[in-house]
T-cell receptor, first 115, second 117 residues
């Protein structure tokens, strides 16, 4: 079975600083997809970033980037120049075509950006 | 703007009541999902539907059932609500994953906070 582990229940960061959220996963598959989703206090979950396992280049979306270490099964999210609007719950998620369109989520990390 | 709409943001029900949570999407997505969100446990998949009238159990289907009579609508049913079903319920949808396009992104609804007394 696929599992996703987020070992940091809560984190905080000062505005304008950089923070890294950790995620590890377990799978025996070689081709899969990893996601970071963000759930702000208003609760609508939105996609932050997506990584395809067969791509060696780390995905980047503006201030958000990932450090994808396939051998270590690690998928961390780096947020640069943190903003107050980044305050949210962040979920790491895994899926694969063999897993039948379903996503497995981690427990989440609450990130608080302080002014 | 694509949308997944959940009919109720907050519900309060009594133990033993039958509860319906409705979800509608306007994106013509094949796949629809019901997740339950609890602190420290993340999102856990209750049921999944990959087509009209098709459903598949997720990780925690006990105490729940689903209905998908139309492509755009996916209902979660609690046949006899219990206090341990007090939770946040999230509906999501996406296009079916295909080899040439890879894994698609989930679009979520705003969530339904259910309290069972």
């Amino acid at each position: 079975a696929q599992t996703v582990t987020q070992s940091q229940p809560e984190m905080s960061v000062q505005e304008a600083e950089t923070v890294t959220l950790s995620c590890t996963y377990d799978t025996s598959e070689n081709n899969y997809y990893l996601f970071w989703y963000k759930q702000p206090p208003s609760r609508q979950m939105i996609l932050v970033i997506r990584q395809e396992a067969y791509k060696q280049q780390n995905a980047t979306e503006n201030r958000f980037s990932v450090n994808f270490q396939k051998a270590a099964k690690s998928f961390s999210l780096k947020i640069s120049d943190s903003q107050l609007g980044d305050t949210a719950m962040y979920f790491c998620a895994f899926t694969s075509l063999e897993y039948g369109n379903k996503l497995v989520f981690g427990a989440g990390t609450i990130l608080r950006v302080k002014s | 703007d694509v949308k997944v709409t959940q009919s109720s943001r907050y519900l309060v029900k009594r133990t033993g009541e039958k509860v319906f949570l409705e979800c509608v999407q306007d994106m013509d997505h094949e796949n629809m999902f019901w997740y339950r969100q609890d602190p420290g446990l993340g999102l856990r998949l209750i049921y999944f539907s990959y087509d009209v009238k098709m459903k598949e159990k997720g990780d925690i289907p006990e105490g729940y059932s689903v209905s998908r009579e139309k492509k755009e609508r996916f209902s979660l049913i609690l046949e006899s609500a219990s206090t341990n079903q007090t939770s946040m319920y999230l509906c999501a949808s996406k296009l079916r994953d295909r080899i040439y396009s890879g894994a698609n992104v989930l679009t979520f609804g705003a969530g339904s906070r259910l309290t069972v007394l």
